[in-house]
């Protein structure tokens, strides 16, 4: 399984289409997490700024179109992320401060 933050507005978009973030056109490829533990550090880092709800999506590398490339400890997705590869939407749980608590069932 691979993770991706993405904040909510963002993800749901055009939910017709397939997910194609601003790190896709800018870098060429989208930026994963191999874990939890990774993907909450990511939202700290990268996120804890972003106003309204963040996401983790579950992705399976095997329902991928698009090519999947483990470059140190990170996957990264050189294509866009097809929906039907998404088989599960988690919410990143933040404190006060916007720090990432952990991950829950979206909802």
Do not use: K, N
Not at 35 to 42: K, M, N, P, V
Not at 74 to 98: F, K, S
Request: overall charge negative.
């Amino acid at each position: 399984m691979l993770l991706h933050v993405v904040p909510a507005a963002e993800w749901s978009a055009d939910p017709t289409a397939p997910y194609r973030p601003g790190s896709l056109a800018a870098e060429g490829f989208v930026h994963c997490s191999p874990d939890e533990e990774t993907a909450l550090a990511i939202a700290d880092a990268h996120y804890r700024e972003t106003a309204g709800p963040l996401l983790v999506l579950r992705v399976d590398g095997e329902r991928l179109t698009a090519e999947v490339r483990r470059e140190g400890p990170y996957p990264h997705v050189y294509g866009p992320i097809d929906r039907a590869a998404v088989t599960e939407v988690l919410e990143v749980r933040r404190d006060a401060d916007g720090r990432a608590t952990g991950l829950a069932p979206l909802g």
